[in-house]
């Protein structure tokens, strides 16, 4: 009897699996330390290729896995130690991970793979040379005998033999300590010699140790890590450390949490479900709150109760049904070891990369819009932050530089770090280079943090070589947008010779936020807290029309645009005069905004209903949400609205090219 | 190795202890002589030289301790390689060892491999 199983059923796993195996392959290559791999860093990359070929072949993939069936003889050469690490094998190994990773991405495309791009890397995988003697790591040893050494039948020259077995030995002697030979105190009989010894070798500390046991006491002994031995070990330290972190952080869950594979459109269906339940709630909240009616105080008092606990409730239920969309940044973070490892070769530079708080969780969609933005601030810090290792250290500073990335959790943002001990601005190339595209005027005074900034505009671009890695046409602008279309926001510090960090803050999800109630006439418009910086009374000394046209305020020394909200939407409004309105200051990112409404009414939570997926986009507008009492209110985009209004506020009419409703 | 044989003493009040060691020593190649306490150790040592003294520590007439203190007056044997037959917990016995000049320990008990081995590193 033949089974009738269609295989294809299962290649939707296969290709999820494979894809964290590759992933696990290239985060274990980018940690493998070139000379002295570490086993269990090996193994973990030997296991994943293992279980790719192994898969590919069951499912029929044949061409992955032959290819694969070579990766894993090399990787098993490195794993019995018949072949050292070489900086050449790891890179060769990586493009090996990126060659998988094309078929795999054909193989799921049903698309052709292109024979040739395979063959290269499998003729650069096939010929690579073995390196058998892998250039050992070592301990530095100070060793500095007591005079009275000799005379226990000890002798220097036996314990050197002992620690040339262990590998190659560098020795310095230090004969500062003899007195001289016509003087009285010199006794032949003592030892006055101290020596510096370099031993290479994998050795452990014990072994080394062992060796000077008869001598211990008898002399003055310290025995370090050599060097490049340290930084390794340091490095294997903080990785440990901040995974114990992270794991403490997590709650005890460490890496290894038990997971099934929810399609994601179930969650966000559930998701949506909730929402809805939120707004219902809501609902009932505001009916039950609104009734006056006397004549049951008792019942009415009972049902508050009743919803009042309902509201908990679904808000917690809300919370969870989100957290199963949030996802750790780890999944972006991952990328950028690589990122930074390939920028240093192609540039020839030396940097670090310092990742932490890996695990802090964002919402999936801010996690896969947040990818492109963050890995153009990575690409930046190296190219442009980063100096060459020969003007790092003319500078003063360690040949390798560092990049530190960061996240954490602040409320209801997520914050992330990018810091670099790089160049920093330069704040006079940027002033040249702004004048030079016409963005400023000459004669402008700017302060340094207004100089920093103008690499946000549009047009803006630092490299003033356009190199391959940077100066793709993607400018500082874009990352911002990018930033600020998810409700975001990105800030700069930069110190000449210093380096930079650029703060990102984003809000952990897309589906709810906190709002501010606007009233515009009849209609209630929202704008998310997280841009509002100031709200006040007009005051019309501030007015002032700049050339008949744009309405601009003075706020706090800086002339802001003012957008008369309801002629921007297209609403009637209470006021018959400007004086009558409100003003609510936000910022959009790029630049603060004065919104004018009519009253500003609460605070709270909305649950964002995406307009795109109900009706169509509409620019100037981020969503809608319903409120308690039933009413659709929008939820303004300012960075969306200054985008559709340049140069529609107040007194220019906004006619035919507006169709906000 | 050299036409000349390297030459050991070795002291120990176990005969058993003393052939199976000497057994070891001279299966590698070298040649051994046998002393049962300090005392005879120390006449032999003053009429001739060797290249190693093994002895053990506890031993009538005269203990290992003595017995290397004697020997480092001896002038061909100040910066001789000793070494003590010790038991492994006592590291107050291999520091008195020290003090009284020996070089080094072997813990017993020892097989003979990890004997020959301890023996070359002082050879």
Known sequence: MTVNLDMSQFHEIFFEESREGLEAMESGLLNLDVGVPDPEVVNTVFRAAHSIKGAAGTFGFTNISQFTHVLESILDEVRSRKRGVTQELVDVLLQSVDGLRYMLDCAKSGSQTSEDRIAAILEKLENIPVENQPKPAGWQIRFYPRHNLLRNGNEPYRIFRELMALGNLFITPDFSHVPGIDGKEFDPENCYLGWNILLQSDAGIEQVREIFVWVEGDCELDINLSGERRQMVERRQRRDDEADTAQLEGGGKGQEQASIRVNIDKIDTLINLVGELVISQSIMSHAVTDQDHNHDLDRTGKLKEIVELLEKNTWELQEQAMRIRMQSIDITFQRLPRLVRDLCRSLGKQAELDISGGSTEVDKTVLEKITDPLVHLIRNAVDHGIESPEARKAAGKPESGLIEVSASQEGGNIIIKIKDDGAGLDTGKILAKAREKGLISGTEELSIGQIHNLIFLPGFSTASKVSDVSGRGVGMDVVQRNINDLGGNIELFSMEGKGSEFTIKLPLTLAIMDGQLLRIGKEILIVPVLAIVESAQIRKQMLNAVAGKTEVYRFRDEYIPLVRLDKAYGISSDHKDIMDGLLIVVDTGQQRVGLLADEILSQQQVVIKSLEANFQQVSGLAGATVLGDGTVAMIIDAPGLMRHCKGFTATHTVGNESPLP | ?123
């Open chain 2, 1 to 123: 190795m050299s036409d000349k044989k390297i030459r050991m003493l070795l002291v120990d009040d176990s005969a058993s202890m003393r052939e199976m060691v000497s057994f070891t020593l001279k299966g590698a190649g070298y040649e051994v002589f046998k002393a049962t306490d300090g005392i005879e150790a120390l006449d032999f040592a003053r009429a001739n030289d060797v290249d190693l003294v093994i002895t053990d520590i506890n031993m009538p007439n005269m203990d290992g301790f003595t017995l290397i203190k004697e020997l480092r007056k001896l002038p061909a044997y100040k910066f001789k390689p000793i070494l003590t037959l010790t038991t492994e917990d006592s590291s107050e016995k291999k520091n008195m060892g020290k003090v009284a000049g020996a070089t080094g320990w072997i813990v017993k008990p020892f097989d003979p491999d990890s004997l020959l081995q301890t023996v070359r590193r002082v050879l």
